[in-house]
């Protein structure tokens, strides 16, 4: 099976999709930590990819959205963005609104 043929079978099997550096466990950098920090801050199960274990998956991922970096997040099959464009939905409440809308169960928590 090739890289894009892994890729698609991933998004398209798996509601919440995180292409990542490291695991959800031990993200192995800044960005993907932050990604994972905001899908368990809403409370979103994802599936976690990690990239480095895979070289041509790495590159695969990049090629596969036309987005030049990782992390790369996918909701019901679609790419939804980088780092970046996941935190700013997040800050301005697009990003469980979203999630909602395709049926992901999201929220934010109330504040204390």
């Known amino acids: 099976m090739s890289a894009q043929d892994t890729i698609k079978s991933e998004i398209t099997s798996n509601d919440v999709v995180l292409f990542m550096k490291g695991t959800h466990e031990f993200p192995m950098c800044g960005f993907s930590g932050q990604v994972v920090q905001i899908l368990d801050y809403v409370g979103v199960k994802f599936k976690g990819i990690n990239v480095l274990d895979d070289a041509d998956l790495r590159q695969g991922i990049k090629d596969y959205a036309n987005w030049p970096t990782i992390p790369q997040l996918y909701v019901k099959g679609e790419f939804i963005g980088g780092c970046d ?28």
């Open 85 to 112: 464009i996941v935190r700013e939905m997040f800050q301005s409440g697009e990003l469980v609104t979203h999630l909602n809308e395709h049926g992901i169960a999201a929220a934010m928590p109330a504040k204390a």
